[in-house]
């Protein structure tokens, strides 16, 4: 047996990424590139083991090497036995790379941080004092300060313009006594100034450890020397809030400025109304505010003009203010995305409520009142006397054009900061519409085509829907001439009997429909939809729009008169007719063969007769297609899908309103011999099992046939 497995390991390439966190990784080094302030910086990344936090680093690492002037150092602290053995391989590593990368004329840089190394004061359990031991080897040549070769090194880094990106990973497989050791040589030994560490490891694994040591002994006293030590907490992928009021409130305008942000007054307003009720209750420490900037700083330019800023902005603020509450909402989106076609019982409301109630057993009750107020907010619920009320349409769509979270489509953006595989980019769809007035018809026709692979021709409609109000005519014309030309990628749904008008070429004439009903000039409706249905589109999505443009005519307005009605149908007609080919019309379209014989009948029925009898006279068995269109479909659960069902006398007489009998029983008779058909009763579905075929289908005519020619002759004839 040939077994492939699959090698559990890192991937370093963007074609290997399965997981669309390349792009995320990408913003993340931009971010790191674009960086003025000189302090060092500590960036968090947070992952379950298994879950790819040593992928991304690689996809940052490669991002970043792409400027000369950013040095990337890699390490893994779970190689090393000791504490000693940790601390000396990273100075080592350290002063490696900037000896082969920093070129100075007076020192190295690397020989310096050498001698850093051995000073530094750092006793560990079983070591004793280590720059002790190594300065005892005799390799210190000079006694000089920590804090002078401190600055030494740092001069050099400034004025050699360089950035140093140090990444260390796998810190969740260290023991506790370890893991204090490297957040100690972070944060106190080696916070050189344009250097950014990203820490990478299991957030509850090293809170847990760390919270032994420290504090209460309990995991939330590692979290809380967590954040002294994380300056930039990113989960994969993830970021967010906090300050005091003046200082917060600056944090978050130079996050909005320096990331060229375009916000609203009115969005400001919002957003500061919220700040000040419901925020700045649980904003006790300078540090929150700086969590809170770090944070928005770097999911900003993920989501901007992907999602609603202010409902970001929010839900940032439960991230870092209410963490409890967020990652209540995060694993409970049923509970809190609104849907028009579903109701929250009591029963879910009273769980729910009770839910968020022991989430804030930490919270003051003005705390927890306020983290309930921001909730309701982002997730508005239209309550009654005992139940959670099901939401007007209306109002979703409302949501779902302005990006809130609330909505079904937008719920997740916020928790993955990417647009994922199957979603279409705001920023791509606005730019077309804002540009597609300049493009020419194959260029509209390769940009809607692209958004359709990139996303699909369902989610496509539900944007172009949205905002079918704010489409002039001029774009109207442009985009819906290409949806006709492109009508073949927006598929039916012919096997279903319920779903077949809400498929997507259904739904794609549906919106060209909507696009000319809203134009207030009857002339240009006319023969824009008569361009529309004569030039590209294929008959199928041509007969979708002519339908609703005919179906939804209302008394006191009609789109057309009868005779541009009859132009109308016959170029549909004539199309039907092109497209068919050597098939028959009731062949190629079965579902809309009846309509198109009424027209033709309307034109000139001797037309159509001479049409069927040239069909039929070539291939007499394609009778039975013709007699199926007038055989009701029907579903049962004894019958797996859809079937045909009775040709009922009233289904006999309405076909021989349209077609000669006596010429349709010549053609049984060249099917099946008068043998084959009186070798079996006739069969009535609804009787047998909704079993039916199609001897038993010319069977039913036969019946009806015969009947009908009895009674002629019993007239003729009476007693």
């Known amino acids: 047996m040939n077994q492939d497995f699959s090698a559990d390991r890192p991937i370093s390439k963007q074609i290997e990424d399965k997981f669309q966190r390349f792009e995320f990784a990408k913003r993340v080094a931009t971010t790191i590139n674009n960086r003025k302030n000189e302090d060092c910086i500590v960036i968090g990344l947070y992952g379950a083991w298994g879950e790819g936090k040593t992928s991304l680093l690689n996809f940052i690492e490669s991002e970043l090497l792409k400027n000369e002037n950013i040095l990337c150092v890699k390490f893994n602290p779970w190689r090393y036995t000791d504490e000693n053995a940790l601390l000396n391989q990273f100075f080592q590593k350290l002063a490696d790379t900037l000896d082969s990368n920093l070129k100075t004329k007076k020192e190295k840089a690397g020989e310096i941080l050498k001698k850093y190394g051995k000073l530094i004061n750092f006793e560990l359990p079983g070591v004793g004092n280590v720059g002790e031991t190594l300065a005892n080897t005799g390799d210190v040549l000079d006694i000089v300060d920590v804090e002078v070769l401190k600055g030494r090194l740092e001069e050099i880094l400034k004025k050699t313009k360089s950035k140093i990106v140090i990444f260390i990973d796998d810190i969740d497989r260290l023991d506790k006594i370890e893991i204090h050791s490297i957040f100690r040589l972070v944060k106190l030994t080696a916070d050189f100034s344009n250097t950014t560490y990203i820490l990478s490891f299991d957030e509850e694994m090293v809170s847990a450890a760390i919270g032994e040591r420290f504090g209460q002994g309990d995991q939330r006293s590692g979290q809380n020397f967590l954040e002294k030590i994380i300056q930039v907490p990113l989960k994969i992928p993830s970021a967010q809030p906090e300050s005091l009021k003046d200082f917060c409130l600056e944090i978050v305008e130079n996050a909005i400025n320096s990331n060229n942000i375009e916000i609203t007054q009115e969005e400001i307003r919002q957003f500061f109304y919220q700040f000040t009720t419901n925020i700045l209750v649980r904003l006790d420490t300078p540090r929150l505010a700086v969590r809170y900037g770090n944070s928005i700083s770097f999911t900003m330019p993920l989501l ?40 929250l019982g009591k029963e879910i409301q009273e769980s729910r409520q009770q839910q968020l109630n022991d989430l804030g057993k930490d919270y003051t009750s003005s705390q927890k009142a306020s983290a309930l107020r921001l909730i309701q907010q982002l997730f508005p619920i239209r309550q009654d006397d005992t139940i959670f009320s099901s939401f007007d349409k209306n109002i979703i769509d409302v949501w779902f054009k302005n990006k809130n979270i609330v909505s079904p489509k937008y719920f997740n953006k916020y928790f993955s900061y990417s647009v994922m595989k199957g979603e279409i980019s705001d920023i791509v769809f606005q730019n077309f519409i804002d540009e597609v007035i300049s493009l020419n018809r194959d260029e509209v026709n390769h940009a809607l085509k692209t958004l359709i692979e990139q996303s699909s021709p369902d989610n496509l409609l539900y944007k172009l829907r949205s905002i079918e109000q704010e489409i002039n005519w001029e774009k109207s014309k442009k985009i819906s001439n290409s949806i006709s030309d492109i009508s073949d990628l927006f598929p039916s749904y012919q096997k279903s009997l319920f779903l077949s008008f809400g498929a997507p070429k259904s739904q794609a004439a549906l919106f060209v429909y909507h696009l000319i009903r809203k134009h207030d000039n009857k002339e240009e409706q006319y023969q824009f939809s008569k361009e529309l249905l004569s030039e590209n589109s294929k008959f199928n999505f041509a007969y979708d729009l002519y339908q609703w443009l005919k179906e939804k005519e209302k008394d006191d307005y009609k789109y057309f008169t009868n005779d541009e009605k009859i132009e109308l149908e016959n170029i549909l007609l004539d199309k039907a007719l092109e497209e068919s080919k050597n098939n ?42 013709l007699i199926k269109i007038y055989i009701p479909t029907a579903t049962s659960t004894a019958v797996k899908g859809p079937y045909k069902s009775d040709f009922s006398e009233d289904n006999y007489n309405y076909f021989i309103s349209l077609f000669d009998k006596n010429y349709i029983d010549k053609i049984v008779n060249k099917i099946f011999s008068k043998n084959e058909l ?17 001897i038993n289908i010319i069977r039913q005519f036969r019946y009806w046939f015969e009947k009908d020619i009895s009674s002629i002759d019993s007239n003729l004839n009476p007693l």
């Open 584 to 625: 028959s019309i009731f062949e190629e379209f079965p579902d809309y063969a009846n309509d198109l014989f009424l027209i033709w009948i309307n034109k000139e029925k001797k037309d159509l007769h001479k049409y069927i009898k040239k069909i039929l006279d070539k291939n007499p068995k394609a009778l039975l297609d």
């Open 304 to 343: 901007y003009k992907e999602v609603n800023i202010v409902d970001l902005l929010l839900i940032e603020a439960i991230k870092i203010f209410y963490p409890e509450f967020y990652s209540f909402i995060k694993s409970n989106p049923s509970l809190f995305i609104a849907a028009s076609n579903t109701t």
């Open 678 to 694: 009186d070798s079996k009763e006739v069969r009535w579905t609804r009787m047998h099992e909704n079993k039916q075929d199609d």
